[in-house]
């Protein structure tokens, strides 16, 4: 939870605040827990309700690079504390709720019916409102996207025969005529 709050709220300080809130909140109201859900999905309904409150009232803190760090995902495939940072800016500018999703559906690892639950919403809205928000994360990471550098002419590709073996293609001029 406490993970999910710092990708939220941008801030490892203001997470600590919105996990105490989270224990306090489920803490007096325990005796409305009525089991139709587990109790890590009933608290993160009342951590997500909690962070998306606190970023209605106040402006999030810019991201720390710091935080970014800290959180790299054994599962980045080499990808390097770059790429972390620019899909924490794109998750950043994120609206709330479609970051919400994101963080709950992937970082976290919850099912469409498990989010319907934290969210009290339908599941097909949940698919609905995760393939908007996977669609908007992939617009904002087009433009943190360096040039790719396949893009750029190669001319020492390697080419495999029917044999199989590796051959170089000649160069692009002999190519073209």
């Not at 992937?106 to 393939?131: H, P």
Request: proline letters at 5%.
């Amino acid at each position: 939870m406490f993970r999910l709050l710092t990708r939220m709220a941008h801030s490892a300080d203001i997470a600590e605040d919105l996990a105490q809130e989270t224990y306090l909140k489920a803490f007096s109201a325990i005796a409305t827990f009525d089991e139709r859900s587990a109790v890590h999905t009933w608290l993160y309904r009342i951590a997500v309700n909690a962070a998306l409150q606190w970023l209605r009232r106040k402006k999030p803190a810019p991201l720390d690079p710091e935080v970014a760090a800290v959180r790299a995902d054994p599962r980045n495939n080499g990808h390097d504390a770059g790429t972390r940072l620019d899909v924490e800016g794109a998750m950043a500018a994120l609206d709330p709720v479609d970051r919400a999703m994101l963080l709950l559906r992937y970082q976290e690892g919850l099912d469409y019916r498990a989010i319907a639950e934290v969210t009290d919403i339908a599941m097909g809205t949940v698919a609905s409102r995760l393939n908007r928000a996977r669609e908007r994360l992939r617009e904002l990471l087009r433009d943190f996207a360096p040039e790719r550098e396949e893009t750029q002419p190669d001319e020492h590709r390697i080419c495999h025969g029917r044999e199989g073996a590796a051959r170089i293609a000649p160069p692009a001029e002999e190519r073209a005529s």
